[in-house]
């Protein structure tokens, strides 16, 4: 081994027309380079650059191969904002957009709303830094305790419930472009594919690479799984299928 991890990781997906699409936020993106900024900050959080990871969309009841890509550098969200800012997977914008307050954690809210007398929490809606303040992206679906909080400071709930308790955020003013907050992953430009015309199964991959965890946890979570030893299988048999794939466009039409 040379010291990288290979991940499987699972994102709810759905069909628009016939390519693959995350439901909640395109993340991942498969756009040129790919990205991934939003879902799973646990796991980005410790990914290193040269790490593989192979997406697998959950559709309904099945799962499918969407692609794959090796890390090639992990940036801060304001980086991400001036290279990629039309991408729905990042969360932050320069101006503030109105928009109805949700709450994720209710308990959390009801502690917030008995002290404060019902009032607006903004320093939830507002992430200051050094390099300037930003807003949640109108486009994003997650609530006001769910999107700078866990996504990108990696706040737990004890440092939410302090935030609350103070109705300010503790972490304030922080340089987003220390090592510790660069958790949006952009894919290395010459390893990645997005193979989701290929339609392979998760049954597909059992088959073929021997691959036999429990993709799904009892409490009905999708877990990213270490997949380093069924690396090199699964890269031949999507190999397989490509040529296969390609074999098929030259035949003649069926009369």
């Not at 109105?98 to 308990?107: E, H, I, L, S, T």
């Not at 922080?174 to 894919?187: E, F, G, L, R, T």
């Amino acid at each position: 081994m040379n010291g990288h991890r290979t991940y499987l990781v699972v994102f709810l997906g759905e069909f628009r027309g016939n390519k693959i699409y995350d439901k909640g936020g395109d993340d991942p993106c498969f756009c040129d380079p790919p990205t991934w900024g939003i879902c799973r900050p646990n796991v980005r959080k410790y990914l290193k650059v040269g790490d593989t990871l192979f997406f697998l969309a959950k559709i309904e009841s099945e799962y499918y191969l969407k692609g794959w890509f090796d890390v090639g550098e992990k940036i801060d969200y304001v980086a991400a904002l001036n290279g990629f800012a039309t991408r729905q997977n990042v969360i932050i914008l320069g101006q503030q957009n109105p928009r109805v307050v949700f709450w994720k954690d209710k308990a959390l809210e009801k502690c917030y709303r008995n002290r404060h007398n019902n009032g607006f929490p903004m320093f939830l809606s507002e992430l200051n830094t050094r390099q300037g303040a930003f807003y949640q992206n109108h486009l994003d679906r997650h609530k006001i305790d769910n999107w700078k909080c866990r996504r990108i400071l990696n706040c737990n709930s004890k440092e939410l419930a302090q935030c609350a308790q103070n109705n300010s955020c503790e972490k304030s003013g922080v340089d987003i472009n220390d090592d510790k907050y660069k958790n949006y992953i952009v894919a290395n430009k010459n390893k990645w594919d997005d193979v989701d015309y290929l339609r392979i199964t998760l049954a597909d991959i059992r088959t073929e690479t021997g691959f036999n965890k429990a993709i799904i946890t009892l409490y009905h979570q999708h877990n990213p799984l270490k997949f380093d030893e069924y690396k090199d299988k699964l890269f031949c048999f999507i190999n397989q299928q490509k040529n296969k794939y390609q074999n098929s466009l030259l035949l003649p039409p069926k009369l």
